[in-house]
């Protein structure tokens, strides 16, 4: 069973950062692609930003050139790093990972979800 452990949330005063990490671990043969998303209360989960297995990066209007996502192969983990943060960044954030398992099937696997409060 996979498993993805979120970290680094938490409050930042606004123009501040903050470095979210998703690791990953159990059964899975090949990752296809990886991303972070993000939801408030009464709207849906929207995409901040995600990379595929080759590299290609894809971020929403609202953080390009704020946000940086990336991904350490070797410890498979993605991170997001969050600068000049505002309070409209507020959100639950969410890592997701697409992947093959050794079934051959593919998979998609959300996160807990960590908590970023952008406020004075």
């Known amino acids: 069973q996979v498993q993805l452990v979120e970290s680094g949330g938490g409050l930042v005063q606004p123009g501040g950062s903050l470095r979210l990490s998703c690791a990953a671990s159990?059964?899975?043969?090949?990752?296809?692609?990886r991303g972070w998303y993000r939801q408030t209360p009464g709207k849906p989960r929207e995409l901040v930003a995600s990379?595929?297995?080759?590299?290609?990066?894809n971020y929403a209007d609202s953080v390009k050139g704020r946000f940086t996502i990336s991904r350490d192969n070797a410890k498979n983990t993605v991170y997001v790093q969050m600068n000049s943060l505002t309070p409209e960044d507020t959100a639950v954030y969410y890592c997701?990972?697409?992947?093959?398992?050794?079934?051959?099937?593919?998979?998609?696997?959300w996160g807990q979800g960590t908590q970023v409060t952008v406020s004075s």
């Open positions: 990379i595929t297995a080759s590299g290609s990066t």
């Open positions: 997701v990972y697409r992947y093959t398992g050794f079934d051959g099937y593919e998979y998609v696997h």
């Open positions: 159990g059964r899975i043969f090949s990752i296809s692609e």
